[in-house]
């Protein structure tokens, strides 16, 4: 079956703009997880959707970043404001149960210039 | 709080050699430790899991050996081939919290042909 899909695969964008980046995840998976990662380290967690609600955000750096989930399914992650230092690649993972296995996707590199 | 420290940060084996990548972690509570692998451009791919009630996994040329005692856990590629070359990254979780995933730093593999 299809796996984890992330668009846009790249944008670039201007600093204070603001962007918003799409996931879908594997059909059927309930939780739903956002990674930053940056060039030449590991992934870190931002957020995890449990269904539609947000289990746990505590690892979205400041109030710019936000995420949706409103159909328990497809999820948004939107960045207000952005600044250079938001550029990463960021990954979005859905996993079936807890705990248990988590399946990304490619990614949306995102640029701020 | 580095949780999950990896290393080495680069590896170089030949083809038919042995890779093996550790890592250490910290939190006691953590109950399910992932392998992923990622090539440039892409997302990671998990690899083999284990959980600390089993002190080795094999999968094919892939095996996690786990020290639940010395909070220790390795990696290790038999028969390693060029086509392995990648950066893994060895995880961890805490089923209870949600299963964020906390992240090694990642090394760098590189199998010579």
């Known amino acids: 079956g299809a796996g984890v899909s992330q668009t846009p695969s790249n944008k670039v964008t201007e600093k204070g703009k603001y962007v918003e980046l799409r996931c879908d995840p594997i059909?059927?998976?309930?939780?739903l997880y956002w990674y930053r990662q940056s060039l030449g380290q590991g992934p870190e967690f931002l957020i995890y959707?449990?269904?539609?609600?947000?289990?746990?955000d505590s690892g979205l750096p400041n109030d710019r970043f936000f995420a949706v989930r409103p159909e328990g399914s497809v999820s948004t992650l939107k960045i207000q404001r952005t600044e250079r230092g938001d550029s990463a690649v960021y990954l979005c993972?859905?996993?079936?149960?807890?705990?248990?296995?988590?399946?990304f996707g490619p990614g949306t590199r995102l640029t701020v210039l | 709080q580095q949780q999950v420290k990896q290393s080495p940060q680069s590896l170089i084996v030949q083809k038919g050699g042995i890779s093996i990548i550790n890592c250490a972690y910290e939190?006691?509570?953590?109950?399910?430790f992932p392998w992923y692998q990622q090539f440039p451009g892409k997302g990671p791919a998990l690899l083999i899991a284990?959980?600390?009630?089993?002190s080795e996994k094999k999968e094919g040329r892939f095996t996690i050996s786990f020290n639940k005692s010395a909070k220790q856990f390795s990696l290790h590629i038999m028969d390693s081939q060029p086509g392995d070359s990648a950066t893994y990254f060895c995880?961890?979780?805490?089923?209870?919290?949600?299963?964020?995933?906390?992240f090694g730093e990642g090394t760098q593999l590189t199998v010579n042909p």
């Open positions: 995880a961890a979780t805490q089923g209870t919290s949600g299963s964020r995933l906390t």
């Open positions: 993972a859905s996993s079936l149960t807890l705990p248990t296995a988590q399946y």
């Open positions: 959707f449990q269904g539609t609600g947000a289990a746990d």
């Open positions: 284990i959980r600390p009630d089993v």
């Open positions: 939190n006691t509570a953590f109950d399910y």
């Open positions: 059909s059927g998976h309930t939780a």
